[in-house]
């Protein structure tokens, strides 16, 4: 293959990640920081289903174990990644009493950061192995194309390019839908501390629907790239990925337009500059109030106007 088309096949599978992170994402470093942070729990959730695949000798061979075994561990992940961010932002509030990263950008933009880092790993470890042999010139020359035995009409390398567009905008959409719905379902056990602002939610009963909804399309995508192993199964497996990706980025958007057509909640005003009070710090208690001191007057009081300063 030449070298327009390896570049060509890079840009394929990168575009849509490269697209959101210099298109906005890139801009706030809060969010990049929250997708570095999704490839670090991807790359645990791969780790942890290689180990189950070996773990198990007599269901090595069976095709479906590894696909519901990949969405299981995948969706799991997933969750924790969530209630340890939820838990860092709450820390961050605590610490510092200032409006943080999700309720300051929204749960959209939160949950679309998480699914770049989670689709640029997954594509640097399915794409990336076989972009590196076609760039390196010890393995192969710059006319040779890849083929397999299953899938005789498409060259790996394309392929597999294509495999990484759209699980990587499937992984944004899917990230998206489940920030939300996990964000709605903890938020009424979960009041907002006195200076955090909750973001807007999903009404019920839409956070319990769209959760199977997004494990299900999970689950699709991986039986579907399963079927390319197949013989002549490349023909088939594209177009049903395809169709994957169309309806999961179609939930994805349905998801934004319910969380920004929920009224957000009232807020709560932040703590005063200066102010050493915090609702998380027990203070002494405060002397009793009574009043302002022009509508305040006692014999104590004038008797304590008169005296001067005690030597």
């Known amino acids: 293959m030449q070298w327009y ?16 992170l210099f298109g906005g994402l890139g801009k706030h470093p809060q969010l990049v920081m929250i997708g570095v942070a999704a490839c670090f729990f991807f790359v645990v959730a791969s780790h942890v289903c290689a180990v189950i695949w070996h773990a198990i000798p007599p269901l090595k061979d069976t095709v479906a174990f590894h696909a519901i075994v990949g969405v299981v561990v995948t969706e799991l992940f997933r969750f924790a990644f969530f209630k340890v961010y939820d838990r860092v932002e709450a820390a961050f509030g605590k610490r510092f009493g ?8 929204g749960v959209v933009p939160a949950g679309l950061a998480a699914g770049v880092g989670w689709g640029v790993s997954q594509s640097l470890l399915s794409f990336g192995i076989i972009f590196s042999y076609h760039t390196d010139p010890t393995v192969t020359g710059p006319n040779a194309t890849w083929y397999s035995d299953d899938c005789k009409s498409i060259p790996v390398l394309f392929l597999q390019a294509l495999q ?81 990706t169309v309806i999961s980025s179609c939930l994805a ?30 203070s002494p208690a405060s002397p009793p109030n009574f009043g302002s001191v022009e509508n305040y007057a006692s014999p104590e009081g004038e008797a304590a106007k008169d005296d001067g300063p005690l030597e």
């Open 98 to 105: 200032e409006v943080v990263y999700l309720t300051e950008f």
């Open 164 to 244: 990484s567009l759209f699980y990587s905008l499937c992984n944004m959409a899917w990230m998206v839908t489940a920030f939300a719905a996990y964000h709605s379902i903890q938020a009424p056990s979960s009041p907002s501390l006195p200076y955090q602002k909750m973001g807007r939610t999903l009404p019920p009963p839409y956070p319990l629907l769209l959760l199977p909804a997004t494990y299900l399309l999970h689950l699709s995508a991986s039986l579907f790239t399963l079927v390319t192993a197949t013989p002549g199964g490349c023909q088939a497996s594209m177009p049903l990925l395809a169709l994957v």
């Open 5 to 20: 088309g390896i570049l060509g096949s890079g840009l394929i599978a990168w575009s849509p990640a490269a697209a959101v």
């Open 253 to 282: 958007i349905y998801t934004t337009r319910l969380v920004h057509a929920t009224p957000p909640p009232p807020e709560t005003p932040l703590p005063k500059p200066g102010s050493t009070s915090s609702p998380l710090v027990a």
